[in-house]
């Protein structure tokens, strides 16, 4: 099927020829599911009612997903056929089972991708005077131009690797793109083969001088392939990539120190196992039997390409400046009480002992809410303390550079930063070496969990005595993805919090039980259960029950199936799920009240809330907002919180966003007892989410 055939409205997204298999388990199959998910993607890049530049970044974002899935799910996949593991997966399928449908699908999807990028998006480009020139379509004064850029930058750091007995296949790092190039000696005739790696230093769209056009970086170096070659015939060209397992072998267990363990890790990582083969079509079948054998790959694991190899580096062309391609911004706004207090001189921890304060990001800007607390509190000589926990954040962090700033000033300054945040690592590695020559105190936190709550502590001397403000989230403490990631932050002072706030970060640093907590939901020994009491509790009032739930995922068996008794019991249960879902929505005898959707848009969804039509107190609705979705690794393998939101207008936010989410008549996808999902409605139109919720947020800053 091609993007354009894909396009009824509603409309149902491609799915494997095999996925049908295994329809009968109670459970969807992880690794199928986020596929659907990437289908998701992909349909944004698909959808003409996008403006251009955004629909080439979708691509470019399906594409960038795809390759983390293959180092990581895939990579685990290989890893359990290695080890010779049968054991079948919650829907019951076999590890190789898995492969060989996810090697099915994989292909269909790229041929959709390539199918649209050439029969769409790049004919579109070039109509508005933008296009991606092939060599043979260059003059020769633009020639001569490109062939003396590529002498005097990228000839001299080309590598030709010759394989043959005196040379072995030489490494393939990760992701690298390669040529593949068979040459023939013109006097006796032999050919050789060779790899020459495409420099990941230059752009891959090499701009054409005095135009708008661009040209591919390993056309500009397979054009001068002579050069590297000299006194040889070119008889073959291909471009390949291969991907490798990059998640890390780590047992912080048996490491007595885990920072130099990871950065030992993170060396080792670039020659993990080969997972996956991209190919040019074009390339010889002897070539490609080399390549896989010296790989140790199957056919499984080869996915072909008729042109343009790693589409993730359209976000180079996506990044335009070419404004009417793009999306009209939508400037966030500060938070009312926020803006009120700056024109009054006030300080936030004014404006939070006041009263609670809920922001919403991006609508709401992260840099005077979030950033302003923790520079005011570095600031402020009353501030006698500052613990935060840190997953992910930028290389240029604003909130490190104060943390770093509060500890030369002599606060007590603590971080638990997470190593282990796959494909942060290195960044962590480097902030930790930083914070910690500055005086602050670093914590790795607890052996074999990931602390993926977000949580900040300021203790502050005041009149009245100590006071504790907290700040805790949805979304990292990350100023870049704060601008895309649509995320919920909650600063309170209440003493209740305060007092868990301290409790959980004492225990992620010292030593100790989990402590009991009044206002927290603390993984992995309580949130899991709490939940599930939470959905029993729920199912007693049957009919009149509600639950409502937006995730990024939901996995755990445990609380699936408490969601499918509730379901029995005659309650209503509302999903929104930006990514994947193991639970199966509508089938008759199994799920007949459960609803899923999926809400896409400029904004990736990101926040989790969690909404119960009757509370343990007072059976009162219940509102919860923190860092943990329904995945087995988020309830057994991290630290998680959520806390409870009590202020009525915070609750009645919550319930106002969840209200244009779970409106029918906005753009949106559903997923239906076939497990296929349906796409309802068209993006970039008034019935958009995310745009009504900009407005309202715009229109209703004060609370």
């Known amino acids: 099927m091609t993007p354009r055939e894909n396009r009824s409205n509603p409309r149902t997204l491609p799915q494997g020829a095999e996925y049908g298999a295994g329809i009968q388990s109670v459970f969807i199959n992880r690794e199928l599911s986020w596929l659907d998910f990437n289908e998701r993607v992909l349909s944004l890049a698909v959808a003409e009612e996008l403006p251009l530049l955004e629909r080439i970044r979708f691509l470019s974002i399906s594409a960038s997903n795809l390759d983390e899935f293959y180092q990581v799910r895939v990579a685990a996949l290989h890893d359990q056929i290695a080890a010779e593991v049968t054991e079948p997966s919650l829907d019951g399928r076999s590890p190789v089972q898995q492969l060989a449908e996810i090697s099915a699908r994989v292909q269909q999807f790229v041929v959709r991708q390539e199918r649209l990028l050439s029969g769409e998006l790049l004919p579109a480009l070039s109509a508005n005077g933008v296009r991606i020139l ?29 394989v043959d007995p005196s040379h072995p296949c030489p490494y ?31 752009p891959r769209f090499i701009p054409v001088p005095e135009s708008q056009d661009f040209i591919l970086l390993e056309d500009l170096v397979e054009a001068h392939l002579d050069r590297l070659f000299p006194g040889m015939e070119i008889v073959g ?13 780590l047992d912080d267990e048996d490491a007595e120190d885990l920072l130099a363990a990871v950065e030992m890790e993170l060396r080792r990582r670039r020659f993990g196992r080969a997972v996956r083969l991209e190919v040019q079509s074009n390339i010889r079948e002897s070539t490609l039997a080399m390549m896989c054998a010296e790989l140790e790959l199957d056919p499984v694991d080869v996915i072909r390409h008729e042109s343009f190899i790693e589409l993730s580096a359209l976000q180079q062309l996506a990044n335009l400046d070419v404004p009417k391609l793009r999306f009209k911004p939508w400037a966030p706004v500060t938070a009312g009480r926020l803006a009120a207090a700056d024109e009054a001189g006030k300080s936030v921890f004014d404006v939070i002992r006041s009263r609670q304060l809920l922001v919403h990001h991006p609508y ?13 509190a570095a600031r402020d000589p009353k501030v006698l303390s500052i613990k935060m926990t840190l997953y992910r954040t930028s290389g240029d962090s604003q909130i490190a550079r104060h943390l770093i700033r509060a500890a030369e000033a002599g606060k007590q300054v603590a971080v638990v930063l997470e190593l282990k945040a796959r494909f942060d690592e290195a960044r962590n590695v480097s902030w930790a070496r930083e914070l910690e020559l500055a005086g602050v105190h670093v914590n790795y936190g607890l052996v074999g969990l990931k602390t993926h709550a977000k949580c900040i502590l300021v203790v502050r001397e005041e009149a009245g005595g100590i006071r504790r403000y907290v700040h805790l989230a949805t979304g990292n403490y990350n100023s870049v993805t704060a601008r895309i990631y649509e995320d919920i932050g909650f600063f309170t002072c209440e003493d209740a919090v305060g007092r868990d706030a301290t409790q959980l970060f004492n225990y992620l640093t010292g030593y100790g039980r989990e402590p009991h907590y009044e206002q927290l939901f603390v993984a ?60 199966r929505a509508g089938v008759p005898g199994l799920s007949d009240n ?86 309802v409605g068209q993006h970039h139109t008034p019935n958009d989410a995310q745009r009504q919720l900009y407005e309202w947020v715009v229109a209703t800053q004060s609370r």
Request: hydrophobic share 40%.
């Open 134 to 162: 092939k060599w043979s379509r260059l003059g020769k004064r633009l020639r001569e131009s490109l062939t003396t850029d590529f002498e005097n930058r990228i000839f001299p750091i080309l590598t030709p690797l010759a």
């Open 172 to 202: 393939i790092s990760n992701l690298a793109l390669n040529l593949a190039v068979t040459v023939r000696d013109s006097d006796s005739g032999e050919e050789r083969f060779a790899r020459v790696k495409i420099p990941r230093n230059f």
């Open 237 to 249: 060209v291909s471009r390949f990539r291969v991907t490798r397992n990059a998640d890390l072998s």
């Open 364 to 376: 709401e800007s992260f840099a005077s809410s979030t950033e302003t607390f923790v520079e005011q």
């Open 524 to 583: 992995p020994h309580q949130l899991k259960s709490e939940i599930i009491a939470l959905i029993e509790h729920e199912a007693t009032f049957a009919d009149k029950g509600r639950i409502t739930l937006k995730l990024n995922a939901v996995q755990d068996p445990e609380v699936i199936r408490a969601l499918y008794a509730a379901s029995a019991a005659g309650v209503k249960v509302d999903l929104v799920v930006r990514g994947l879902c193991c639970m």
């Open 594 to 679: 459960i609803a899923v959707r999926s809400v896409l848009g400029r904004y990736l969804e990101h926040s989790r809330i969690y909404r119960f039509g009757h509370g343990h107190v007072g059976d009162e609705p219940l509102h919860l907002i923190g860092s943990a979705d329904l995945m087995i690794r988020n309830l057994a393998g991290r630290v998680e919180t959520l806390v409870r939101l009590t202020h009525p207008k915070h609750r009645a936010w919550l319930d106002t966003a969840l209200g244009f989410l779970m409106d029918d008549s906005n753009v949106h996808y559903r997923l239906g007892p076939d497990n296929a999902w349906t796409q």
